[in-house]
Structures are given as structure tokens and as C-alpha cells.
């Protein structure tokens, strides 16, 4: 998978049995294949830049295909695992457009979603059946095809004594919220807001580019919360909104935090990062508080992404849930750079097993549906 | 399925029994649902036009779905068929960009295709499984990706003591030459050149929008072949070239059109039609000359889609290929404006069975590969 970041591709070779709750899985390669400089220029041209042509959509597909497929290949290679030996591939693909809510286009109401990196030329590299475009299905079944990952949580950390909420930070925070033996209809997912978003496009532009992020969070560490910068963050209306939702780029990205730096401009960049950090770290407790079933009392925050190593962060979060032990993933055994292309390896199984993997109580879908398209060998 | 012509959804209803060379079918119901005047420029406005952005490509890819879905359904509806005896949909989508041979894209040479109308979309709203993009897998083996009717028309009309060679006139020509007894590896099958296109943007251009197209090539009938026009027209080296190849709107389409008719001003509309009728008859036949067996002797030549029905191209072709009988595909039970269609509902049993369903001497692919994204119900 290649997350809202597009850093590149994140290949997880996973070991999977059985399906649905009794799904088991262990992994036997992690591995991430960066995108070039060019290449990341390139694809996040056509995420930001509104003009664009049919024939450059087109040939970033296969392009963005072949590079999904040599990662697969080249992390397979690195762990010799050979490729004989792979049953299934699940690919994400690069998010490139999600409108979750619906908008006008040719007279009807229509929401839409659509991810590249064509199946086909995965398939045809490596000869193995590819899963794709997990989200479509979710989005024309009237739920906002985001987050997909809530059900591979429930299959895979839910605990029959400890309310348990799993957090993963990427470019965007969610939270999953499964207290014990709560059923998967019942699960509470949804996007918190900001993870890293803000935090990297800070760092970045405030080093003129010389940081691509916080190092640990080390930066931010030194710097002091300003109070009154923060409680203006705390205003969108995003926040506030019931789930299901989910949170694009285009609402916390580069331009949203251009606009706040032009705000910070007095502040230095450790006081800029240490306020950007509390506001992951306020909207994600404040976001669990708010739509807990009530008096729930948190065992485990479990936090995996990019986040997970972020120390500063994970104290500020430690501090704002007295009574519930935060920890990384590593440490209930899902690594914890590799959580959601692990996710994507198990939902490809499901949808191999024709099992639906969305949560309708998550993403607001009209019932459960097998996501994907499977393209055969 | 949908053509280059974009007039709407042809939706054919077909009982297939069998696989590959053992096919056998039974057209249930066949429909056309146009699409408004405002969609159709609406999509074309998209082929045409340089300038989009992402999220209009997504949009368009949900929409159409929907128009596809909607199409499914009334037709349905109209033959009293219950969607519920559906056992899969395949549906060919509305190309939007096909470029068969590699051109430079971030750092690679890649070709690409890619046709619009989420298959999750009609699944969802069907309740059926779907078999969408059936030419991106082509493309990823190294073949043009089209054209791959040429296969059906080999599960259907080969015959073990004639000659047959069966041609299609939509918006663009093609040809499959099928040989007494010849196997599916020898297959050779192309597209010729223009069909109705050049003839029906001319009747629109000239008539000021009045007509559509030239029924029953009416016009055409009267007008006189100006020579001197269609030796100029015929030195296009796209004739010349060696199978595979494949024609695109791009090639032949509206501005090319343009520029024709502009070096046409001081002739008559019926002579112009004449003469680009001429195009069309002459190349055909040419073509099936020139990339024939040799002294091969074709007992018929079987002719489908709108083409079928002008009468004036019917007795050109009659007058240039004497000893063969030229007949339309109605005359051997398929339904000429409906071959397209009943062929992508027998390549989606293909895909579904697990066989190949594309000829690489016909397109170019490296080996016969399944077609297609097969999307659960």
C-alpha cells in the first residue's frame, strides 16, 4: 500500500489462515520500497495541480502499476520469499481522489473515490491473483469507503477482557474503538483529524525542506504548547462532527498548513511543532472521550504509524488518558510501520473468501460488501 | 458495452452455455439505452478536451457506472428478465484513452487504456457480479489491448468448410479472418481503418447538426466518387502497416474530419459521403487482401454493426470482392447491432470459467491472458 503521504510502497508478505474472526496471520516480510524524488513530485502533481488530461490519468494507472509490482517483487527478492509462493496479492493502490460526500456531476448527487495502480500489470509481472481497489465498493454502497482498516483491528486485537482503542497515526489519525466482546456491527471507527500531516509539512517548511519530519518528536519536545494558537485549532467544525467520517489531504495538507504557518509566523519552530503535536494528541483523546459508549473506561491505546514513534506525541497522549496504558503495536505484535499494509493482505483474503470487509457502523455503508476487484493470474 | 461513438449502453441479455471452443449461446433480450445530449457531450467533452482534473475523473467513473447499472436494469425490466437470474454482468465500460504503443511517462515507456463505468457501482446496484476492464490486462502483456471481439467471433462463426472473414463497422472497421479449420492461434484480425466514423461526422458537419448519420447511406448513393480525394485519402500509412494494429478515435475523429471536409469545401455533401464511403469499402477490402493467406478465397464476408445497415457501403464491398457472398451477421443468428455487446457478455463467461480470452497474434500480447477485474456481488 502507499498511504496519503506518498512516500512510497509499504509490502507486507503475510502468512494468512482461515478468514473472518478466526482469521490468523503471521508476517513473513516487511518491507517499504520508497518512491524516487521524481516519481513523488510526479504522483503529488496530480493530487494537487487541477489540470490534467485523460491520457496522463491512463499512464499514471499503469505506471503506478508497475511500481507496486516491482516493489512486491523487489521486497520478495530482499527476504527470498520466492514468488511461486504467494497464493494472493492485496493492493491498495495510491489514493489520487475520495469524496465521501456526494457532490453534482452530469445532473445526478454522486460521491466518488478512486485509487490507481492498475491490477492488471501487477497481476501480469508476477503472476499472482490481485485484489484491488478496496475502497469503490464501500463508497457506491453509500458509506464513505474510509477507514477500511477498523475491521482488520477488530479481527486481530480485539481482547475478551480489555476495552481496547486502536489508534494509528499516519498523515491522518484514526481510532478504532473496540471495548471487550463488543461485536463487529457495533464497532466506532473513524478519522480523528491530523496525524502527521501538519506536523511533517511544518517541519518541512520551516527547514526550507532540509527536514522531511520531527525526528522523534525531539524538536517539538523543546518547544512550549501556545495556548491560544492551539484553542484556534480546536474550532473545526471537523472535530465535533458525529461518525461515521473520514479526513482527506485536501482538508489538513500542505495548503491548510501554509495558512496556519502564516499565522505562527512570531512563533519558532519548536513552539510551532510542540502546538501541532498537541493538537494531534487533543483531537485524538477529546475524539475518544467524546464518542466512547459512556463511562467506558480505556485498558489499551494501542498506536501504531509513523506516530507510534513519535516520543513527544506518545507522552502527550500518555498524559491526556490517565488510567489507560499507551503502548505501540510492536508490543501486541503488529508491527507497527507495517499495520495497514498488513490490513490490506488480510482484507484481500476476505474478499478471496468472499467476506465482506467493510463495517457498516464505521463507514456509514448501507450493509456489509465484499470490497475489491479480483484480478485472476 | 459503449462504443467510440458513445450513443449510449447497448445491453445484450445472453444465456451462454459452456466455455471456449464449446461456447454456446442464446440471445434472451437486447437493448440500447442512448445516453441524454447533455451526458453524451458531457463524456465526450472529456475525450476531447485536454484539461481535467482527478476529481472529475473519479466522478465520471462513478457516473458512468451508474448510467451502465441503470442500463442493465431497464433493459431487464423491459423483457421481463429478473435481475435475480443474472448469473454475472460484463461490461465493457466507455474508453476514455487508449494508447497501444509506449510512450515516455515518469521515466518509463508505457502503453495504457483505460475505460470508465465502476464495476463496483453496477454490482452494487445489480446485486450482481460484474467483469469490468477487460483490455488493461491485454495492454500489461504487451498487446494493443483491442481488438477482442475477434475471439467470440471465432467461438461463434468459424466453419470447418468455409472461409469466413467477419467484419464490424461501429465508429471504427475491423476485421477477422477466419480460414476453414484454422486454430485460434492463427487468428489474424484488425482494425481496417475508419467505419461510420468519418462518414457520420461528416453528415453531422454538414447538415449543421440536421442529421446524425446517413441512413441507409441514402446520400452517399447519390453522390459521385471524387478520385482525386480518395487516392489522397487511401496514402495514410496506418493502411499499410502489418497486424496488429488499432485504429483510435483519436486517428480518425472529429478533427480529423475537419480537416478533411476543409480540402472537400467545393464538393457536394452527397459526393463527400461518397467518397468517404469509398474510404471505408476500399480499405476494408484492401486490407483483407493484402494481410490474407495467400490465394485464399473468401466464401463469405459476414458483416455486423451500423454498417451492416447502409446499404450503399453493403453493395460497395458486394462490388469489390467478387465471389464472395456478402451477407449480414443477422443472416448467421447475431444481431447486428448487437455483436459488441453479446461478445463482452461471452468474454465475461470466459474471464468467469478461468480461460484466456485474448488472441496475441490478433493484438501483440507476449501469451493468451484471462481478461478482465471480476467484482463480487
Chains 1, 2 share one sequence.
Not at 491490477?119 to 463508497?139: H, L, Y
Amino acid at each position: 500500500m502507499s498511504g496519503t503521504s506518498v512516500d512510497g510502497v509499504d509490502v507486507a508478505v503475510v502468512d494468512v489462515r482461515g478468514s473472518g474472526i478466526s482469521t490468523r496471520f503471521r508476517v513473513v516480510a516487511l518491507g517499504s520500497v520508497p518512491y524516487s524524488m521524481a516519481t513523488r513530485q510526479l504522483i503529488l502533481s496530480y493530487l494537487n495541480v487541477r489540470n490534467t488530461s485523460v491520457a496522463e490519468i491512463s499512464q499514471l494507472n499503469f505506471f503506478i502499476g508497475t511500481l507496486f509490482a516491482d516493489a512486491v517483487v523487489k521486497v520478495c527478492r530482499q527476504f527470498q520469499v520466492p514468488l511461486s509462493t504467494l497464493d494472493l496479492i492485496g493492493s491498495h493502490g495510491q489514493t489520487i481522489y475520495h469524496q465521501a460526500i456526494p457532490s453534482k456531476f452530469g445532473g445526478r448527487r454522486l460521491a466518488s473515490t478512486m485509487q490507481l495502480g492498475e491490477a492488471a500489470v501487477i497481476a501480469e509481472r508476477t503472476g499472482i491473483p490481485t485484489v484491488s481497489d478496496f475502497r469503490v465498493r464501500d463508497v457506491a454502497a453509500g458509506g464513505t469507503g474510509a477507514p477500511l482498516v477498523p475491521y482488520v483491528d477488530y479481527l486481530l486485537l480485539r481482547h475478551p477482557r480489555k476495552n481496547r482503542a486502536v489508534l494509528n497515526v499516519g498523515g491522518i489519525a484514526n481510532v478504532t474503538l473496540i471495548p471487550r466482546q463488543c461485536p463487529v456491527e457495533r464497532l466506532i471507527a473513524f478519522d480523528t483529524g491530523p496525524g502527521n500531516m501538519l506536523l511533517d509539512a511544518a517541519a518541512s517548511i520551516r527547514s526550507r525542506g532540509t527536514l522531511r519530519f520531527d525526528q522523534d518528536g525531539a524538536l517539538a519536545a523543546r518547544g512550549r504548547v501556545n495556548s491560544h494558537s492551539l484553542r484556534q485549532l480546536l474550532i473545526d467544525p471537523y472535530y465535533k462532527k458525529r461518525p461515521p467520517k473520514a479526513a482527506g489531504r485536501e482538508q489538513f495538507g500542505i495548503e491548510y498548513t501554509r495558512r496556519l504557518l502564516r499565522r505562527m509566523k512570531t512563533m519558532s519552530t519548536a513552539d510551532v511543532l510542540a502546538t501541532l503535536t498537541e493538537v494531534t494528541a487533543r483531537t485524538v483523546t477529546l475524539a475518544i472521550r467524546r464518542f466512547s459508549p459512556p463511562r467506558l473506561k480505556w485498558d489499551e491505546l494501542i498506536v501504531s504509524g509513523g506516530g507510534a514513534r513519535n516520543l513527544f506525541l506518545m507522552s502527550r497522549l500518555e498524559a491526556l488518558m490517565p488510567g489507560t496504558r499507551v503502548l505501540s503495536s510492536n508490543e501486541v505484535g503488529i508491527d507497527l510501520d507495517a499495520k495497514e499494509a498488513i490490513a490490506f493482505a488480510i482484507l484481500a483474503n476476505e474478499t478471496w473468501q468472499h467476506h465482506p470487509g467493510n463495517v457498516p457502523s464505521v463507514t456509514g455503508a448501507q450493509r456489509p460488501v465484499i470490497l475489491g476487484k479480483i484480478t485472476p493470474a
